[in-house]
């Protein structure tokens, strides 16, 4: 068989990679297996067809164009430049600095805990957030003698919500970005301001579902002590870096750097400054000199979820290459232009129409499957749309980040978050049922899938710069009210 080998369009390629897509959804809602080990299956399996049979479904050479490099280096990157920040102890006492600001009233430990995850998951990401903030809310929770639950809801809801502020935030907006080639301001402008009024809403709604628990008498709070930066040198230089990267990815438009590249500069310079440190005041072995600086690339760097994206990207590709993926476009814009007759819609309407249904359906589908591969998926289709649709087509795109993010809120499964802080919170002997994370998280989504409609519904006929300033004026309001409250409180 040739080595250039095209890839078959016919109706029976199309089924055959359907029915892999699908089974991989099922086989990942039902953690049947691990996830690297499924999407390494379905690889496996639309290759064998590939090779051994008449349906060549996505040939080896054009796998890798469908690999995404930005998005895999963007991940790594800034995973190790977390690695390096940890080494500092700089998270612990960060937390642990809040805790002693609450002076033991649970509303505010609880508020701090929502802002404080909500701000760190756009800078960083909401994985990496969670990992330390949930044993510092179950410490607190067990010394306020509260339900761990209390804090730790609350906390998943923020991460997932502040994640959605940015591209680097929850992995579905690095997909996103790349795939639209949304610059990393271009993403934050036009998201942060309905997010920051869904964080005011999140410390709302927490504050009024476990009002009766965090009010109820209890005993004396005594704050944990708060321990000490490890390594204030390289924390500070660590600082620096992670400012220089940042000024990358606000400057992308004028130095046309993916937001990959100052991610990786960044990382290589952190790691470089880590390892000139401690070979300032260590005398390492042989064995630790050479292996030393592996630590960061070992424990830090989740190659697992690198590789669940690689191999993703390849099934995607499949779906590209056979055609499917224009078929089920085409589908969707039938239905849209359908829907739009039926309704008597104009342009405008059309447009915020298929906004609407791409925002709630992958809200709905993220609470029940992980929403990395669902907006893999979608981006194909995202991009035809976009196409045939008149109006600032950029609506397409934020209604897939808003629903894919929030939608997650929905169950235990529905967002990587998710699954770490329940796990996290399993092994220290506070489980959290998935009955009662659904009845906290569902209605919490379903809220902030309706908040983003208004938002895409201003968006649409109203523009970017007018929707932006209407929701910076709404979280304004509500931040005002907050203050007004505090300071009537103190009274």
Not at 68 to 93: E, I, P, Q, R, S
Not at 407 to 417: D, K
Request: aromatic content about 10%; charged content about 10%; glycine content about 10%.
């Amino acid at each position: 068989m040739p080595h250039d080998i095209l890839p078959t369009t016919d109706a029976v390629s199309q089924a055959i990679v359907g029915f892999a897509i699908v089974a991989l959804f099922v086989l990942l809602t039902r953690e049947a297996a691990h996830r690297v080990l499924v999407v390494l299956g379905a690889t496996g399996i639309l290759w064998g067809v590939t090779y051994l049979t008449p349906y060549h479904l996505i040939p080896f050479d054009l796998a890798f164009h469908h690999i995404d490099l930005n998005v895999l280096l963007l991940l790594a990157a800034m995973m190790a430049l977390v690695g390096v920040l940890k080494d500092t102890g700089v998270f612990g006492w960060g937390v642990a600095r809040l805790i002693h600001l609450t002076k033991g009233k649970p509303f505010v430990v609880q508020a701090l805990l929502i802002w404080f995850t909500a701000v760190l998951s756009a800078g960083l990401d909401n994985v990496t957030t969670v990992i330390f903030v949930t044993p510092m809310a179950i410490a607190m929770a067990r010394r306020m003698q509260v339900p761990a639950a209390a804090f730790l809801l609350p906390v998943v809801m923020a991460s997932n919500v502040g994640g959605t502020a940015t591209l680097i935030g929850d992995p579905p907006n690095i997909i996103i970005a790349s795939g639209a080639q949304i610059p990393f301001v271009a993403f934050l402008v036009n998201i942060a301001a309905p997010v920051l009024v869904m964080v005011f809403l999140t410390e709302w709604v927490s504050a009024r579902y476990y009002q009766s628990v965090l009010a109820a008498p209890r005993g004396a709070f005594v704050p944990p002590d708060t321990p000490k930066i490890d390594n204030p040198r390289l924390l500070r230089w660590a600082s620096v870096v992670m400012v220089g990267v940042f000024v990358g990815f606000l400057t992308q438009r004028m130095t046309g750097m993916p937001p990959a590249v100052p991610a990786v500069m960044g990382a290589a310079a952190a790691m470089a400054i880590q390892d000139y440190l401690y070979l300032r005041t260590h005398k390492p072995n042989a064995h630790e000199r050479r292996h030393g600086i592996l630590r960061v690339f070992e424990s830090d760097i989740e190659w697992p979820t690198l590789a669940f994206f690689a191999f993703l990207f390849i099934v995607v590709g499949a779906a590209v290459e056979t055609g499917l993926i224009g078929r089920v476009a085409t589908a969707l814009s039938r239905g849209i232009h359908a829907g739009s007759v039926t309704l008597g819609l104009g342009e405008k309407g059309t447009l915020l129409f298929a906004a609407l249904l791409i925002c709630w359906v992958s809200g709905a589908l993220s609470a029940f499957i992980d929403n990395i591969p669902f907006v893999a998926v979608s981006i194909p289709i995202v991009h035809q749309l976009g196409g045939e649709l008149k109006g600032d087509s950029m609506a397409l795109w934020w209604a897939l980040a808003l629903g894919a993010c929030l939608g997650g809120n929905g169950t235990a499964v529905g967002a990587s978050a998710n699954v770490t802080v329940t796990g996290m919170a399993e092994k220290a002997g506070e489980p959290i049922a998935f009955n009662a994370f659904a009845r906290f998280g569902a209605p919490f989504a379903a809220l902030t899938v309706l908040v983003s409609s208004l938002y895409l519904s201003v968006f649409v006929f109203g523009g970017a710069r007018i929707a932006y300033t209407v929701f910076l004026l709404v979280a304004g309001v509500l931040g005002a009210a907050k203050l007004l409250r505090g300071w009537r409180g103190s009274r």
